[in-house]
């Protein structure tokens, strides 16, 4: 147990529909980033927080967005979705965000019909 | 766009094999991390190396990073079927702040 929650495991929906994934970092950890795991492109960066402000932004497409809470929980925002979004969605927390080991959470399994 | 590629992406081979994984990019990373995956859950890192040419040990594991911290890779000694898993390789950009994945080596070591 890595101490990085996310929410839901699983989650089915259709295309055109948007959903929300959360994520609760390790206790004291201020830096989250957010993953998609995909068949055909493997584990992708896409967004990093540092309490409460984006920090880093990798292959997010625009129909996603995020944001960090004050309680530093995250959420991640898929929007218009499509059949090709389907995907593990993993969240990574670490204490500051320079360099430290990232823990990940357990993912949400993302199925878009 | 910095990239990782991992070599083998599929090995099968029989308990006390021993076998190598490689993780090589063009481009030059402050450091490189190898993580392992079980289904159904995160990557778990295993180790981060930083220094060219560096080997670190981990019981039955041997990581090395290239002199040029452009490669890594990762050897098994007497592989067991506990080791059955998807290994990644991850390089972290200058800032600290971004990892990028190799595309993975999916291992079963068979009893």
């Known amino acids: 147990d890595s101490g990085v929650t996310q929410t839901p495991k699983h989650l089915i929906t259709a295309t055109g529909q948007r959903v929300t994934l959360r994520c609760s970092p390790r206790?004291?950890?201020?830096?989250v980033y957010w993953y998609q795991q995909s068949l055909d492109q493997g584990l992708q960066f896409l967004i990093q927080y540092y309490n409460g402000e984006e920090r880093a932004k990798g292959n997010i497409l625009e129909r996603f967005s995020a944001q960090q809470f004050p309680d530093l929980h995250s959420e991640l925002n898929l929007s218009s979705l499509e059949l090709g979004d389907s995907a593990l969605y993993f969240c990574?927390?670490?204490?500051?965000?320079?360099?430290?080991?990232?823990?990940f959470g357990p993912g949400t399994r993302l199925l878009v019909l | 766009t910095q990239l990782l590629e991992q070599s083998p992406q599929f090995l099968s081979i029989q308990e006390g094999e021993n076998l190598t994984v490689y993780c090589n990019s063009s481009s030059v990373f402050s450091s490189l991390q190898w993580y392992r995956q079980e289904p159904g859950e995160g990557p778990v890192l295993l180790v981060t190396v930083v220094t060219g040419g560096e080997v670190k040990k981990l019981k039955r594991l041997t990581f090395q990073f290239g002199d040029a911290r452009k490669d890594s890779s990762l050897h098994i000694t007497a592989a067991q079927p506990g080791d059955t898993g998807l290994y990644l390789c991850?390089?972290?950009?200058?800032?600290?702040?971004?990892?990028?994945f190799g595309g993975g080596t999916r291992l079963m070591v068979k009893p």
């Open positions: 206790s004291g950890d201020l830096s």
């Open positions: 991850a390089g972290l950009n200058n800032a600290g702040n971004m990892l990028t």
């Open positions: 990574a927390s670490s204490v500051v965000g320079g360099g430290e080991t990232q823990y």
